[in-house]
Structure formats: structure tokens, C-alpha cells
């Protein structure tokens, strides 16, 4: 009941992201790293990703599909990882300290979580809860 809670729960966070990459792209590519070759349309495809990562993570019929979006968010999730790491590093550079430490810390510490949920949820591992 609680890996079901959470996984709708991870859903809607994930939806939530996909919508707004799409409707208000301009935060996502203010702290996309210049490596990265055509951000608008990275950031175009990444909430396109996340819109239907949710929603196959969610959904009941196929378990195996389930299972498929969940290693795709974890992965996607590892991806973005240097776009996280790029905004923290941009605001920690400006006079005032952007969003702080209070805002970047937990949110580097929730990157390895978001990966876990998304495998646990989706039925891809039950580490560590498994029973022994």
C-alpha cells in the first residue's frame, strides 16, 4: 500500500516536472550546463521523458512497462544529475547565494532517493526492505 502511495505520489511529482519544462522552460535553461548541445531542445525532450515516465509508472495494466519507466526515471534522474550540480555551483558564484545551501543540500541528497523510489516503486528492486 505504501510503495503504491508513493509510487502516485512519484507520478505526479514527475508530471508535475514534465508539465512545467514544457510550459516554463526558461528556469531549466538558465542552469543547463554549455556543454550541452541544443538546450531548448533538451529541455523540450526531458519533460516529454518525465510526462510519459509518470505516466507509465503509474499506470496498472503492465507490469513489465511499470518496470521499464521506473529504470528509466532512476536513469533519467542520474542524467540530470550535472544540470543539479551546475545550478548549485551558478548560485553559490552569485553575491547573494541564490537559493542556499538549505535549498541545494537536501536537494543533491534527494537526487540518490529519487533513484531509489523510482526502482522500488516500480517494482524493480525491494533493497533494502526485502525480507529476509
Not at 73 to 95: E, G
Request: with cysteine.
Amino acid at each position: 500500500m505504501i510503495q503504491a502511495g508513493l509510487r502516485w505520489l512519484l507520478g505526479a511529482f514527475y508530471a508535475f516536472a514534465g508539465y512545467m519544462h514544457l510550459a516554463n522552460p526558461a528556469p531549466f535553461l538558465a542552469i543547463m550546463p554549455g556543454w550541452v548541445p541544443a538546450p531548448q531542445t533538451v529541455v523540450f525532450w526531458t519533460g516529454i521523458a518525465e510526462l510519459l515516465g509518470a505516466a507509465a509508472l503509474v499506470q496498472w495494466a503492465n507490469s513489465s512497462l511499470r518496470r521499464a519507466a521506473a529504470v528509466g526515471l532512476a536513469l533519467y534522474a542520474i542524467c540530470v544529475f550535472p544540470a543539479n550540480i551546475h545550478h548549485f555551483a551558478l548560485d553559490m558564484a552569485r553575491p547573494d547565494g541564490g537559493l542556499g545551501l538549505a535549498y541545494h543540500i537536501p536537494r543533491m541528497i534527494a537526487q540518490p532517493v529519487l533513484v531509489w523510489l523510482a526502482l522500488w516503486t516500480g517494482g524493480v528492486t525491494d533493497w533494502p526492505l526485502r525480507r529476509r
